[in-house]
């Protein structure tokens, strides 16, 4: 524009110059502000215009407020995306379970595979059982393992856990002895005498170096085991006083032997342990150096919850009120507090309910101080919230508008710089994409991304090229019907005069020239696609929990009653989303009336 206001002398024109060639005609002979606009570069002017536009300062001043609230807003609250927010209140909550048990509760060994023993090899223990099988192979952790079951009492197991040393084949009536690979023992004539004198003696150990053995005779294929205490079962479970005392295998099976022999007392680890019948319980206490210690009974007592102990004395007050047939029963703690419980019962099981102070979410809970916008269903703070979903809406936003942009630039500047065949293909391409109905295909797209349970990231990639892959044809009209003007023009001649490659006449002279229109197109697309992410997490196909962004936090209004009791669960996300669409739209007015050659200010 400076370089057009001036002579080929290099003189500045007059003002009366300049007001007769343009056909306007200026009242002033000063430098006023007219004269300035006029004396100002093309960008500078376009700036000019567009600070001018008042509308367009407000889209400015809110899309940055927006990404303000957004990315530093989220940076400066100290709370987290997905933090919860629990509340104490008193409520009738489950406080414990009690049954009868008739199971078999297990404990192993440490350190050994069957640490691992399951509910599958409970089944194989059963069947052997069933079947009056003294040893049984089951599988943990792929390893097939042997145990030869030892019966303690009634409802009581110890299993062994056999290791083969020696296999035993017998050919005609002759022993050949097969020592496993990794066995120390030396199979020598006193080994195989003291096998072979054990089964004739028909036993099923044997003694060799001061070593018991387990033996599995069959006519044509014999073991000889190693052994050690695995796993005990049993129907009567320990409580401990202490909630730091820890159940083991060796004081579960100590405890299960000395009941089982009717002895009175027993030592582990340097401990001595005495035992009580309970008659108020039917249970046995534990006393370890005469306090007690624990309990083993088959009436249970569990915790609703793992921040509850149950004491002893607690758990005989739930016995006797359920051996009486009770509905409710008081207890007094060691601190001196009372609480009364109430007993319900469902077939076997009993449910035991109390008033306490528990943790609840704080869902919906009204604006305050803390949460300025409240919470939300799942106790979040709703502040936190929208501007963690305000990055989401904005940056996807963006990133969609570069892909379409990408995509119209490339076909239609080809289209309309090649005419022709070209032209022809890309256009009617431009028109099958605009026949394709894309919410039905997002549904589609949505639900095939669903079963592949890809993560919440790669959801929203995903997403944000579906959605510039489908909104790109816009962009390439506007950009093939400028550049079907432009490149009749001389500049145009000028570069093939010049041999310019043909990709550097269209990128490079072309598509520049096309720039102002596809800032107004984009900035004005920019809304647009963030409602269009709004719909599609509000319809639960977008961004998924716990992400957050500002169309599925609307989502919460499903439901009625949010709707209408909860308004700020809604009303701030979708104002929101409301005023950063008018801010883009205003942006994109203000740019297209800024960059209009006939606009004089």
């Given at each position: 524009m ?6 080929k002398?290099?003189?500045?024109k ?38 001018r ?16 609230f957004?990315?530093?807003g ?8 997905a ?5 104490k209140e008193?409520?009738?909550a489950?406080?414990?379970g ?13 350190g ?25 192979n ?38 050949e ?33 001061g ?8 006519k044509?294929e014999?073991?000889?085991?190693t ?18 005392s ?11 032997k000395a ?5 009175s007392?027993?030592g ?32 249970i ?6 921040d ?8 005989t007050?739930?016995?006797k ?7 409710e ?8 507090a ?10 076997m ?14 869902s ?68 099958t994409?605009?026949?394709i ?22 959801r929203?990639?995903l ?13 390439a ?21 010049t041999g310019?490659?043909?990709?550097r ?17 984009a900035?004005m ?8 992410e ?29 709707l209408?009791?909860?308004w ?15 801010g ?18």
């Amino acid at each position: 524009m400076l370089k057009n206001d001036r002579n080929k002398n290099g003189e500045n024109k007059t003002n009366d110059d300049i007001n007769d060639e343009s056909g306007h005609i200026s009242e002033s002979s000063s430098l006023d502000d007219e004269q300035r606009v006029k004396l100002l570069s093309p960008g500078m002017l376009v700036a000019k215009r567009f600070i001018r536009n008042r509308l367009a300062v407000l889209g400015l001043i809110i899309i940055i407020i927006m990404f303000t609230f957004a990315f530093i807003g989220g940076i400066v609250n100290p709370y987290g995306e997905a933090e919860q927010f629990f509340k104490k209140e008193k409520a009738v909550a489950n406080y414990a379970g009690a049954t009868f048990n008739n199971t078999l509760y297990w404990i192993a060994k440490k350190g050994i595979e069957s640490e691992s023993f399951g509910s599958i090899n409970r089944v194989d223990l059963a069947k052997a059982i069933e079947a009056k099988n003294e040893i049984f192979n089951t599988q943990i952790k792929s390893k097939t393992v042997t145990f030869k079951i030892e019966k303690l009492g009634e409802d009581s197991y110890n299993l062994l856990r056999l290791k083969t040393e020696v296999t035993v084949n017998t050919i005609a009536g002759k022993n050949e002895f097969e020592p496993a690979a990794d066995t120390k023992i030396v199979v020598d004539d006193r080994f195989k005498e003291a096998y072979e004198k054990a089964v004739s003696d028909k036993k099923t150990s044997m003694v060799y170096d001061g070593t018991e053995y387990l033996l599995k005779t069959a006519k044509r294929e014999s073991f000889v085991f190693t052994y050690e205490g695995a796993v005990i079962l049993s129907k009567s479970v320990i409580s401990f006083a202490d909630p730091l005392s820890v159940n083991s295998y060796e004081l579960q099976y100590n405890t299960i032997k000395a009941l089982t022999e009717g002895v009175s007392s027993f030592g582990l680890d340097g401990k001595e342990y005495s035992i009580q019948h309970d008659n108020d319980f039917d249970a046995y206490n534990l006393s370890l150096n005469g306090k007690p210690f624990a309990r083993i009974s088959k009436f249970i007592v569990t915790p609703y919850s793992q921040d509850i102990f149950l004491s002893l004395e607690y758990k005989t007050e739930v016995y006797k009120a359920i051996a009486a047939d009770l509905k409710e029963f008081s207890f007094t703690d060691a601190d001196g507090a009372r609480a009364v419980y109430s007993i319900t019962r469902k077939e076997m099981e009993y449910s035991i309910k109390t008033e306490r102070v528990t943790d609840l979410l704080d869902s919906y809970a009204f604006p305050s101080a803390m949460h300025p916008v409240g919470t939300d269903g799942n106790g979040m703070d709703m502040l936190v919230r929208l501007m963690y979903g305000g990055r989401v809406s904005l940056v996807i936003g963006f990133i969609v508008i570069f892909i379409e942009v990408f995509m119209g630039v490339i076909i239609g500047g080809l289209s309309g710089y090649f005419g022709g065949w070209i032209d022809t293909v890309f256009m009617r391409l431009v028109d099958t994409m605009n026949c394709i109905p894309t919410l039905p295909l997002y549904i589609i797209l949505s639900a095939f991304l669903s079963t592949l349970q890809i993560t919440n990231g790669t959801r929203i990639a995903l997403l944000m090229v579906i959605l510039g892959i489908t909104g790109w044809t816009g962009i390439a009209r506007v950009v093939r019907g400028q550049i079907l003007s432009l490149r009749e023009q001389e500049f145009m001649t000028a570069t093939e005069a010049t041999g310019l490659s043909v990709t550097r006449r269209i990128f490079k002279h072309l598509v520049p020239n096309v720039i102002p229109q596809l800032i107004v197109y984009a900035t004005m697309g920019l809304g647009g696609v963030i409602l269009t992410e709004a719909t599609l997490s509000f319809l639960n196909l977008g961004v998924k929990y716990p992400y957050a962004s500002w169309g599925n936090i609307i989502n919460a209004v499903n439901d009625p009653y949010i709707l209408g009791n909860y308004w700020f669960v809604w009303i701030p996300a979708g104002f929101l989303i409301l005023i950063t669409v008018l801010g883009f739209n205003f942006i994109g007015d203000g740019l297209r009336d800024a960059f209009d050659p006939k606009m004089k200010r």
